[in-house]
């Protein structure tokens, strides 16, 4: 098995909805749980709940079908909801601790945020190995990254998002003497041509060494996402459940593969040469 030292904590981040954050992170922990790594998934935006109720599908799935699909140690937070604000973050800082503890017996810990700004969120990527955040192709997303100025395209200011990302840099460093390293993923990919896909690549581009982060390819647009979830399953769980597989299916697969390559996980490579 793995000699990881510690769980690696991967964060996906975004304070946006709609970029597929939970189905990245749903496909990143089942990936990882099939190559045998043990996965723990904390899920903070437990009031909107898309991974938690991702990962109840699949239980259910399992429950229905007697299927044995693999699933993560799961536990979701709720946010403290007393009138003391400082009492809520003091509550919420010590209950996400308890969570790390409860898994660092993992080898990864996937993390789902809410797709706005939290205390529970920051504390979430103060403590990230990577933080992943998809990006939908479009403009609007791209103002999650940086304020545009249409007068002025090289007038860039980082957006709240991003200065809140280069505050939890400086946390971990100064906590932990680690680290973080920050992925944008180009999410929802149409495979058209599109003039304003090339320019997202070429700003986005531009932007990663001034903002600070590693710019990957993402999964293209597939409807077949929206069905899983429902089942709880992903893309790699088709052919045990008895669901041949499309040319998109595998396709996508490949997608996913490439991902995790790109993430450059600890350990993640040798795993893969190993079992080829």
């Given at each position: 098995m793995s000699n990881i030292k510690k769980p690696y904590i991967i964060v996906f981040g975004n304070?946006?909805?709609g970029t597929g954050k939970s189905t990245a992170a749903m496909h990143v922990m089942i990936y990882l749980l099939r190559l045998d790594f043990k996965v723990?998934?904390?899920?903070?935006?437990?009031?909107?709940?898309?991974?938690?109720?991702?990962?109840?599908?699949?239980?259910?799935?399992?429950?229905?079908?007697?299927?044995?699909?693999?699933?993560?140690?799961?536990?979701?937070?709720?946010?403290?909801?007393?009138?003391d604000v400082k009492k809520n973050e003091q509550d919420e800082k010590e209950r996400f601790a308890q969570a790390l503890s409860d898994l660092s017996d993992c080898?990864?810990?996937?993390?789902?945020?809410?797709?706005?700004?939290?205390?529970?969120?920051?504390?979430?990527?103060?403590?990230?190995?990577?933080v992943i955040t998809p990006?939908?192709?479009?403009?609007?997303?791209l103002d999650m990254l940086v304020r545009l100025n249409s007068n002025d395209p090289n007038n860039l200011r980082p957006?709240?998002?991003?200065?809140?990302?280069?505050?939890?840099?400086?946390?971990?460093l100064m906590r932990d003497k680690?680290?973080?390293?920050?992925?944008?993923?180009?999410?929802?990919?149409?495979?058209?041509?599109?003039k304003n896909k090339e320019e997202m690549h070429k700003i986005l581009t531009a932007l990663s060494k001034r903002v600070g982060y590693r710019?990957?390819?993402?999964?293209?647009e597939r409807v077949i996402f929206r069905e899983l979830f429902v089942q709880g399953l992903t893309l790699l769980d088709l052919q045990?459940?008895?669901?041949?597989?499309?040319?998109?299916?595998?396709?996508?697969?490949?997608?996913?593969?490439?991902i995790l390559n790109m993430l450059q996980l600890p350990h993640l490579q040798q795993k893969l040469e190993t079992i080829g």
């Open positions: 304070e946006k909805g723990g998934c904390i899920d903070v935006d437990a009031r909107q709940g898309t991974v938690s109720r991702y990962i109840e599908n699949r239980i259910r799935y399992n429950q229905t079908n007697k299927e044995r699909l693999p699933i993560p140690v799961h536990i979701a937070l709720q946010k403290s909801d007393s009138d080898d990864f810990i996937v993390i789902d945020t809410p797709g706005n700004d939290t205390y529970f969120s920051r504390i979430a990527h103060s403590y990230a190995d990577t990006l939908n192709d479009s403009f609007i997303d957006s709240v998002y991003s200065e809140m990302i280069w505050e939890q840099k400086k946390n971990r680690q680290p973080i390293d920050w992925i944008v993923m180009r999410n929802r990919l149409t495979n058209l041509y599109a710019l990957v390819t993402g999964f293209s045990e459940v008895g669901i041949p597989l499309s040319m998109s299916h595998i396709a996508a697969r490949q997608e996913i593969r490439a």
